[in-house]
């Protein structure tokens, strides 16, 4: 617990100082093409699948005209957040932890503070704020290929007129957006924290390279998961105000 304090205290604090942009682009880039794919051949079967059974169900009722803006929503809210940053913390989160880990075994952090440069704030620094702005590009493309899948489906598929698919920015609100967008910018940064945090920190060998990629996972999957909850309730739960 003293050591993640000591590693917090350090990191805003070089965080507030000189940010080495070019790292942060480098690694923006880099992060984005590792994510891409694997979000986008996840999260566009699930909201297909998703909208079938949401059909199924509620065309029991002969409700569907309000099913593109009920899946719509879900997407924007939950699925595309959560979706996005399960992938990123399993292909991004872990490169961090063992790169920052590898770094520090290989004494690259002892070379960069004979020169004079804060391993802090060239290492881990700009990939935290990297993988902060990639979490809500891959949501802002992942929503919009879900719509476009969940639209397929309902209008090529199942028959239903665009027009009533179209509705369903009648139930969308720019607040369902933006706490899409705020909830993954949250989620990249808890990802970047701690997975810099164990590599940072690791033991100095192979077996502590692999220790910090491996736990990096699911720490950061469990703290994100439960930081959802509190976001969903704060920004969707009548706590800020309804936009449109």
């Known amino acids: 617990m003293k050591s993640f304090i000591t590693y917090q205290l350090r990191f805003f604090a070089s965080l507030f100082g000189k940010v080495y942009f070019e790292e942060v682009i480098i ?40 099913l593109s803006g ?20 399993a292909v991004s989160g872990t490169a961090i932890a063992s790169e920052i880990a590898l770094m520090k075994l290989r004494g690259e952090f002892t070379y960069l503070e004979v020169i004079g440069v804060s ?36 209008v090529h598929v199942k028959g239903m007129a665009q027009g009533t698919f179209d509705e369903m920015w009648n139930i ?24 810099g945090f164990l590599g940072f920190n690791a033991e100095e060998s192979s077996e502590g390279v692999g220790r910090a990629s491996s736990i990096s996972v699911v720490v950061n999957s469990l703290v994100f998961i439960i930081v959802n909850v509190i976001l969903s309730y704060l920004i969707f739960g009548g706590v800020t105000p309804e936009l449109r």
Not at 28 to 57: D, E, K, Q, Y
């Open 27 to 66: 690694h923006f880039g880099r992060f984005a093409r590792m994510n891409l794919l694997p979000t986008i051949g996840t999260s566009v079967p699930f909201a297909i699948i998703t909208a079938f059974h949401a059909w199924t169900a509620l065309e029991l009722f002969g409700v569907q005209r309000f």
């Open 119 to 154: 391993p802090m704030r060239f290492v881990v620094v700009p990939r935290v704020i990297a993988i902060s702005f990639v979490c809500p590009a891959i949501f802002s493309v992942i929503s919009i290929t879900s719509i476009a899948g969940i639209f397929v489906y309902f």
């Open 70 to 89: 009920a899946v719509s929503l879900v997407m924007f809210r939950e699925v595309a957040p959560v979706i996005s940053a399960l992938i990123i913390t």
């Open 172 to 195: 969308i609100s720019i607040r369902d957006i933006v706490g899409g967008l705020t909830k993954s910018f949250i989620f990249g940064f808890i990802i970047g924290n701690i997975s």
